[in-house]
């Protein structure tokens, strides 16, 4: 068991949200809450194992890698990792129905230009959807849903600055070569509303994830493995970011997704609607749009 775990009473297991969220519908609210119920259950077995000392080896590294355990790192007040955030196979599951959901011919990562050719819908190596958490479908939302809770939940138990969050939009991106993103804060209406954190998760791919609280501070790298979830909320919510995609080999599932895929959870409420506008973002509209609030 994790250290940040063992102090957690059963409770902490339910969603730390109460209120449906409106981007949230009723059923896929419902899964959620079973979801989470099903978690109780199974923390409060191992809780009991625990202190019946069945489980004396639980707290090493090896056991952790056979099970997959997740663990929690907090790198600063509002800003966690969490590692392993569920088992390669439920990873390798959603990360198909990602592709596949990509793979839409108008709705997916590519368009189609003037000339016929398909490509990345974002820049030349990177494809992006941006849509409310219906779009997804039942099972993609589902796991969203149950992930996210599980992520924020591990986080705020490591941080007292971690803010809760329920998720409305998701951002998936598809990195086809090792060119990441460039350093910038998510400061647009589509990247969540107040100091509720972005939830971030790596898959395919290694990441470097560099971060820095401001321009003048030195960057820091995290390295952020698929299956790596990383958050940030709080007094880290306007941090800034970049993403090095390493060079190797990295994906434990090559011949599914030998690129690097991101999936970014937000609450953000104020746009769900507008969700067109936020659709085809390129990079240098991001930068139009940005000058525009500033005037
Ligand atoms: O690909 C990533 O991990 C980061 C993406 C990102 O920071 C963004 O889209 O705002
Ligand atoms: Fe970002």
């Not at 972005?198 to 898959?203: K, P, R």
């Not at 560099?210 to 940030?232: A, N, Q």
Request: glycine fraction near 6%.
């Amino acid at each position: 068991m994790d250290d940040t775990e063992k102090t957690t009473s059963a409770m902490d297991y339910s969603s730390p949200v109460e209120e449906r969220p409106e981007g949230v519908s009723k059923k896929a609210w419902k899964r959620l809450k079973k979801a989470n119920m099903r978690e109780i259950a199974k923390k409060t077995k191992v809780e009991v194992a625990a202190r019946e000392g069945e489980s004396s080896t639980m707290n090493t590294t090896e056991t952790r890698e056979e099970t997959r355990e997740p663990a929690v790192e907090m790198l600063r007040p509002g800003l966690v990792v969490v590692r392993r955030i569920s088992s390669r196979a439920s990873e390798e599951a959603i990360v198909a129905k990602f592709l596949e959901i990509g793979n839409h011919p108008t709705d997916g990562f590519y368009e189609t230009d003037a000339d016929g050719n398909r490509k990345l819908n974002s820049t030349l190596t990177r494809g992006r959807i941006y849509r409310e958490l219906a779009f997804y479908g039942d099972e993609a939302t589902d796991w969203i849903l149950e992930h996210c809770a599980k992520a924020v939940r591990l986080a705020r138990a490591a941080d007292p600055a971690m803010p809760a969050m329920v998720p409305d939009h998701a951002l998936l991106l598809y990195y086809s070569t090792n060119r990441g993103i460039k350093e910038h804060r998510d400061v647009g209406a589509n990247d969540g509303e107040g100091d509720a954190p972005i939830v971030s998760f790596n898959f395919g791919k290694s990441v470097v994830y560099r971060v820095r609280m401001s321009k003048e501070e030195e960057k820091t790298d995290v390295h952020l493995d698929p299956g790596d979830v990383i958050l940030f909320g709080g007094p880290a919510r306007m941090i800034y970011h970049s993403v090095k995609i390493c060079r190797d080999s990295s994906s434990p599932y090559p011949k599914l997704l030998p690129d690097r895929m991101n999936l970014t959870l937000r609450y953000a409420p104020s746009i769900l609607g507008r969700e067109e506008e936020f659709r085809t973002f390129k990079p240098a509209d991001i930068y139009w749009k940005n000058r525009k609030e500033v005037k």
